[in-house]
Structure formats: structure tokens, C-alpha cells
Nanobody, 125 residues
Framework: QVQLVESGGGLVQGGGSLRLSCAAS????????????MGWFRQAPGKEREFVAM????????YYAPSVKGRFTISRDNVENTVYLQMNSLNGDDTAVYYC??????????????WGQGTQVTVSS
């Protein structure tokens, strides 16, 4: 199966930036026969997990939630099997646990089969 490990979370002041990384490993990665779309989701305190961004295997297709479009950028490095989420102009509404996921893709949780453990992002005022 696929293992996903997020990193890069932490405490940042409002208006600041962070870059999250999601490293994928497992037998299905590094093989040309297997392709995955990758997504980022987040869950803020007291709220349900919500979609943030996704990217197709080739990187040709990206999709963002309206709340982060223009501020966040998703990218991937298939050689290193790593997906990134560059987050700029952070505000308090971005405080959440961020999860990466692999699967067929889309903006819904049902489109993903594998999930990371999450990394905390806290934006201070």
C-alpha cells in the first residue's frame, strides 16, 4: 500500500508563509504502471475536514478551494514522490491540521484512498 507523511507545519504569524511537504512511499510509487492524483485537505477545530487543493499525476491539472485560490500553490515532484503545498498570505482561518491524500482525485474525500497523519499549521495574530 501507499504511505504518506506530511511535514513542514508549524507556527507562523499572519501574513507569513509555510511550505508543506508530503512524501509518498510504497510499492506503487516509483512504478510507471501506477499513477495517483494528490490532494491536500485540512480540518480546523470544530469543523469538518475540507478540501484545499489537488494536482493530477502529470501536474497538468490543479484545482483549489475558493478560500485558498491565489494564495496557495500545489506542486509535485514525481522523481522524489513528493507533493508540496506552498501557503502564502496566511491568516487565522488557515489554522488547521493539514492532510495529504492520494487517489483518483477530485475535491471530495471519497476520491482518495490513502491519507497521511496530518501536520499542524497554526497562524497567530
Amino acid at each position: 500500500q501507499v504511505q504518506l507523511v506530511e511535514s513542514g507545519g508549524g507556527l507562523v504569524q499572519g501574513g507569513g508563509s509555510l511550505r508543506l511537504s508530503c512524501a509518498a512511499s510504497g510499492r506503487t510509487f516509483g512504478r510507471s504502471a501506477y499513477t495517483y492524483s494528490m490532494g491536500w485537505f485540512r480540518q480546523a477545530p470544530g469543523k469538518e475536514r475540507e478540501f484545499v487543493a489537488m494536482i493530477s499525476w502529470s501536474g497538468a491539472t490543479t484545482y483549489y478551494a475558493p478560500s485558498v485560490k491565489g494564495r496557495f500553490t500545489i506542486s509535485r515532484d514525481n522523481v522524489e514522490n513528493t507533493v508540496y503545498l506552498q501557503m502564502n498570505s496566511l491568516n487565522g482561518d488557515d489554522t488547521a491540521v493539514y492532510y495529504c491524500a492520494a487517489g483518483a482525485g477530485g475535491s471530495r474525500e471519497s476520491g482518495y484512498d490513502y491519507w497521511g497523519q496530518g501536520t499542524q499549521v497554526t497562524v497567530s495574530s
